[in-house]
């Protein structure tokens, strides 16, 4: 549970870092106590199981240790920790999936055949011109998006983060949601060629 102190102490943890260079322990136990129910949360609504997320949360702090015990100073800390912890999770997702894809591909061989590859084509098209798209977005739309969409926050969550009111958040969210659609749009207009 977060204590009330931690709520003024969370600007802290960005570049102002209140803790000696030298204690990283101290610096992740700080961290730990101060995200460390906002983390499970978010990773359990990725992975859906709480304790997945608990074992996740855990590697991502391992990460954070073993990099600043090699001299590696980590200064967007909560950043830092979100990030790792989102990468971890979608990575054990996308194994999970492939070995779920395997295992029936092995009981169904006939069932399910592997995607053309055109189809293979047609997705890396997409997701390329999406994460151009998503860098293309102005500055607080971009940030919007990937609190909410992509590190899982609530708008209210978000709101506190970008120090704004939810309602400012909701509004930046459904431009880039729109900006995202038109450029799908766009990109189904350039393979269907000129009418």
Request: net charge positive; proline share 5%.
């Amino acid at each position: 549970m977060q204590s009330d102190s931690s709520a003024s102490a969370e600007g802290a943890i960005g570049t102002d870092d209140p803790f000696p260079e030298a204690d990283h322990s101290r610096r992740l136990e700080f961290l730990y106590r101060d995200q460390h129910v906002a983390l499970v949360r978010m990773l359990s609504r990725k992975v859906h199981d709480i304790e997945v997320a608990r074992e996740i949360a855990q590697e991502a702090y391992a990460e954070i240790y073993a990099r600043e015990k090699k001299g590696q100073r980590i200064t967007m800390l909560r950043h830092y920790l979100f990030r790792t912890a989102r990468n971890i999770a979608f990575d054990r997702l996308r194994k999970q999936a492939v070995r779920t894809r395997d295992t029936h591909l092995a009981s169904h061989p006939a069932v399910v055949a592997a995607p053309s590859a055109e189809q293979v084509c047609i997705q890396q098209q997409e997701s390329l011109y999406l994460q151009e798209a998503i860098r293309r977005l102005p500055p607080r739309c971009k940030q919007a998006f990937q609190l909410v969409q992509l590190e899982g926050l609530s708008v209210a969550a978000a709101a506190k983060e970008m120090n704004a009111l939810p309602n400012t958040v909701s509004q930046l969210c459904s431009r880039a949601y729109a900006h995202l659609a038109r450029a799908l749009a766009e990109l189904d207009q350039t393979r269907k060629g000129p009418p």
